[in-house]
């Protein structure tokens, strides 16, 4: 009888002291959570959902460790922007750098890094094999060519440079190298409504106000309709 009572008694013991342990558990599950939540907030972009530079070039370094040669590097400029702003005003400016957010991300997939790097620069890191990189810079530049609607029913006449680069085209995986050709092959075709894949010629371009200028006789990819 003694042993039973004892042995009960050890068992409530230890169940006081797990529900006891379980307080501050929780407590710290809670603040973690809220934490975690903090730390996202820091690394998106508020207006577009993007990841904001830093964070994009951690998850980009990541895909490129990761997909090698498959990997595409896309920048994207919005074409006309201040025009926008000018004109129809910055709620309006700032629908439209949401609504490239949403297209960028729908395009590439919640598995690339997509990112924000300036007011309208953007930039996109994906596993895209070669076979079907042509039509998918089509269809990106289709996506950014269209229009987009406020919430007042005015339509915003929209429109983006894209420039892309690839490790096997280049020779290098380096994020900075590919983003920087493929920089310049966005002004290669700068407002021409293509989609323009960056060559060995590209690495070699000078920087113009900090922005390298791009070359002609490229690969251009999706007038826009």
Known sequence: MNSVLHHRGRSGSRTLLLTTAA?????????????????????KDPLTGLLRRDAYTARARRVLARHGDSVTVVMVDADHFKAVNDTMGHPAGDVVLAAFGARLTAWAGPRAAHGRLGGDEFAVVLALPADR??????????MLHTPVVLDDGRTVTVAASVGAATPDALGTRDLTALQRAADAALYDGKHSGRA????????TVPSVNGRRAGRPGTAVWGRAA
């Open 23 to 43: 307080v501050p558990l929780t407590g710290w599950a809670v603040h973690a959570v809220a934490l975690h939540k903090r730390l996202a907030a820091t690394r």
């Open 133 to 142: 990189r042509a039509q998918r810079l089509q269809q990106l530049v289709r």
């Open 196 to 203: 323009v894949l960056a060559t060995s010629m590209h690495t």
